[in-house]
Structure formats: structure tokens, C-alpha cells
């Protein structure tokens, strides 16, 4: 059980930073307009938003720094393109978690049936 424990805490500690980046709305409205896939500009990014050029990147560099958007560059332009391992990561280790649950409520039902 222990061991269980100390895996979930590690993969906790590793993927902190990604669960933090996606914990801002701003964000992970970025995210999900770079999901499909497509490398937009910062200007291609602020457009039908309420966010200025000056905002967008400093919300990017916290992406960038948890592994979910890349920089590319095209001539003088910075393009951004979101990578999908880090939310993959994190998936697996919610999933982790949630089977970690699933077991020690089972052995409270088994517990608590057994007592009756």
C-alpha cells in the first residue's frame, strides 16, 4: 500500500506543473483553440478574444514551461503548437489514482459488509 502511495505522490510531484498550467481558464482556453492540432500566431491567438497581445505570451510561457506548447518559428513569426503528451501523462495518472480509489472502496464495502 505504501508503495502505491509513493508512486502516486512521485507522479504527482512530476506533473504538478501541468495540472497548475491547465488550473488557469485563460489557459486552458489556449489549449483547447491549439488542440486541433494547427500552429497559430500570437495574433491569430488573441483574435475574438478579450486578451491582449501583450497577455497571450506570458500565459504561453507557463504552457511552454509544462510541456503542452511548443515554439516554432516561420520567418519572424512565432508560431505556437500544442503538444498532447503532458495531458496524456496526466490522463494515465488520474486513471492511476482512480483505480487506487476504486480498490480501497472496495475493501471498505468488504469491510463494512463482513461487520454486519
Given at each position: 500500500m505504501r508503495a502505491?502511495?509513493?508512486r502516486a505522490a512521485d507522479g504527482?510531484?512530476?506533473r504538478a506543473p501541468a495540472f497548475a498550467a491547465l488550473g488557469d481558464?485563460?489557459?486552458?482556453a489556449?489549449?483547447?483553440?491549439?488542440?486541433?492540432?494547427?500552429?497559430?500566431s500570437i495574433a491569430e491567438l488573441t483574435a475574438g478574444s478579450k486578451l491582449t497581445r501583450q497577455a497571450i505570451?506570458?500565459?504561453?510561457?507557463?504552457?511552454?514551461?509544462?510541456?503542452?506548447v511548443r515554439c516554432e518559428?516561420?520567418?519572424?513569426?512565432?508560431?505556437?503548437?500544442?503538444?498532447?503528451r503532458p495531458v496524456e501523462e496526466m490522463r494515465s495518472y488520474l486513471e492511476m489514482v482512480s483505480?487506487?480509489?476504486?480498490?480501497?472502496?472496495g475493501?471498505?464495502?468488504?469491510?463494512?459488509e463482513g461487520n454486519k
Open positions: 502505491n502511495r509513493k504527482w510531484r512530476g481558464a485563460t489557459r486552458l489556449l489549449v483547447a483553440r491549439l488542440s486541433n492540432g494547427e500552429a497559430r505570451p506570458k500565459h504561453l510561457r507557463v504552457l511552454e514551461r509544462a510541456g503542452m518559428r516561420a520567418g519572424r513569426e512565432s508560431r505556437f503548437a500544442f503538444d498532447p483505480a487506487e480509489w476504486d480498490a480501497a472502496l475493501r471498505l464495502r468488504e469491510f463494512v
